[in-house]
């Protein structure tokens, strides 16, 4: 297992590069640069009582709570605007947390369809087995999910920030946090005179986040850690959509792809529909990618190709291609969250929750966000802005269940990457229901002779699979 250290990332983000064969729109931020941990603020340097890194959900969402508060909030963009630097699709599950922060927001957000079928798929490179989920309970207020495309999204709830007071800056690059005595104090901008003062520093500044690697809040990250996603949308008449894949109205449909779809390369892929377009990737882990010598847009079109993808996808016609980096560690991953003026949030925080059955992240992102911006609002009223104050955040992270569903999911990652789940499982369940379904005027066989047959066949024993089951039982069980 490598470890990436701080001179290493930028080797990463050239690996990242050659990976995807391409370099615009990814979704990367630069790589850091050797730099003294410790930088006091020029004189003059204009003030604020909040300063959010970064206007993605986590940042918008900090950005909301504090000024509704009445605090002087600056909102730091580095794209041209919030979502320009963001992949575009993406389902957001949790639409219960934002309706807490704005009431039916659904009702004015950019939203594409509500999300009212699931279907997890097998995958082997001829054949798909699925489970699909499908309720019109999740198509009823404050709903269960919607698919969104994220320029769309976060520039409009960046918008809401702004309503409530906030300053959006947009092509602000932040380089590091400013100290004094032990305790951030503000940021440096790449620009002229660009130091900001602030009270607290909310870092939601994504995925490798330098704000909290300078501080010394986050470890480097190990390739194994971290996944790199590649997604295209293919535009398709809303029609089509509605009758390929058998919606009514508005409703949504995600499906999540787990076997050869990624070969070798521990990862998975998946399909959102939106209005009138699909929102499709594939996700590999960067060391298994790097392992395996496989560059993930390959992998993109394997899975397009693939007998059950390519009907879905046909006639669509390429409006955007990107890609991004996600931690997928989970709760072994998480940085320490907050020092003296300084919170992490979002994936600056690694708050992506991957498990398997669970792909989520921007409700986390808002959780996190809302339960920053909640303390900072709370040290301002104390006028305390020390490390021990700003350790509340902690305690309303898991007030939301935010940290306590990390806790009690920690194992999972390690189980949904391991190869037997990854790829022979997949092949197994394919081969086993092959058998069940065939009618060849043979006599039909009892399901644990099949059973059994194709465990041989795959070269796995039953004490694998019961190391396995308890493993699993130990990750979603229990």
Request: glycine content about 8%; some cysteine.
């Amino acid at each position: 297992m490598a470890l990436l250290s701080k001179e290493a990332s930028l080797a990463l983000v050239r690996r990242v590069h050659r990976l995807i064969g391409m370099q615009n729109g990814v979704t990367l931020h630069g790589a850091p640069q050797p730099r003294p941990r410790r930088n006091a603020p020029r004189p003059g340097a204009e003030h604020f009582d909040v300063i959010v890194v970064g206007a993605g959900p986590a940042g918008s969402a900090a950005a909301l709570v504090a000024a509704r508060a009445g605090l002087k909030v600056l909102l730091l963009e580095r794209g041209e605007y919030p979502g320009s630097k963001n992949v575009s699709g993406a389902a957001f599950y949790g639409s219960a947390i934002l309706h807490e922060l704005i009431p039916n927001w659904w009702e004015q957000a950019p939203v594409e369809r509500y999300l009212t079928r699931r279907v997890l798929a097998f995958m082997t490179a001829d054949t798909s087995v699925a489970i699909d989920f499908r309720t019109t309970r999740f198509a009823e207020p404050p709903y269960n999910g919607f698919s969104i495309l994220r320029p769309k999204f976060d520039r409009w709830f960046a918008d809401q920030a702004v309503a409530a007071g906030a300053f959006l800056l947009n092509a602000a690059v932040v380089d590091e946090a400013l100290w004094e005595d032990d305790q951030v104090v503000g940021v440096r901008v790449r620009r002229d005179e660009g130091d900001l003062r602030a009270n607290v520093v909310i870092a939601c500044d994504g995925a490798n986040s330098f704000l909290a690697k300078h501080a010394g809040l986050q470890r480097e990250f190990h390739a194994h850690e971290m996944s790199l996603g590649v997604k295209e949308v293919l535009a398709l008449d809303e029609h089509v959509i509605r009758e390929r894949f058998h919606l009514h109205d508005n409703d949504g449909l995600a499906i999540e792809y787990i076997g050869a779809i990624t070969e070798e390369v521990s990862g998975g892929a998946f399909l959102y529909t939106n209005r009138d377009s699909l929102s499709l990737g594939v996700i590999g882990q960067i060391s298994s990618l790097a392992e395996h010598k496989r560059r993930p847009y390959e992998l993109l079109e394997t899975f397009k190709r693939h007998p059950s993808v390519a009907p879905l996808v046909r006639g669509g016609r390429v409006r955007e291609y990107s890609a991004h980096i996600i931690p997928e560690a989970g709760w072994n991953m998480l940085p320490k969250l907050y020092t003296g003026g300084m919170l992490v949030a979002g994936d600056a925080a690694a708050l992506c929750f991957v498990a398997g059955l669970y792909l989520e992240g921007i409700n986390y992102a808002i959780q996190s966000g809302i339960a920053a911006g909640e303390t900072a609002v709370i040290a301002h009223q104390e006028r305390d802005f020390s490390a021990r104050s700003l350790a509340r955040y902690v305690e309303r992270l898991r007030a939301r269940h935010v940290l306590t569903d990390f806790a009690n999911y920690r194992h999972a990652p390690g189980l949904v990457n391991s190869p037997r789940l990854q790829n022979r499982y997949p092949e197994i369940i394919a081969a086993a229901a092959e058998q069940v379904f065939r009618v060849n005027g043979g006599p039909k066989r009892k399901i644990l002779p099949i059973a059994l047959d194709t465990l041989r066949r795959a070269n796995i024993s039953p004490m694998h699979v019961l190391q396995d089951a308890w493993q699993a039982g130990r990750s979603f069980g229990w």
